[in-house]
């Protein structure tokens, strides 16, 4: 296995909490839960999760961090362990943040 994604699982998986589908973090996948629209809401929603004790990863879509010099207006997709999936989608449903792509003005 590649060593950034090595990286990457040791840092989503909570290493003092018993995974919820019963397998280690380096046996899970990662999977997308939701998408938004810019950098402040993506990492808003990793606070939200963290707080919560789900290790969460931010992607931009599109060129990235280099593209164009910083990423703040690009759409970030949001990822987590596939045994916390389930998990997330519920926290982000109950405080608002659960569509998969957020846009300004959506109540």
Sequence with gaps: MMAWL???RRR?????AT?????SPRD???VRITTAP???LARLTQQVLEGEGIGVLLKPIGPGYGGW???NNLMHDVYVLEGDAGRAREILDTV???SDVVLPGDG
């Design 12 to 16: 989503l998986g909570n290493s003092d």
């Design 38 to 40: 810019n950098e402040p």
């Design 69 to 71: 010099g910083n990423a």
């Design 6 to 8: 090595t990286g990457i």
């Design 28 to 30: 899970q996948k990662i």
């Design 96 to 98: 608002g943040h659960g």
């Design 19 to 23: 995974p919820v589908s019963g397998r």
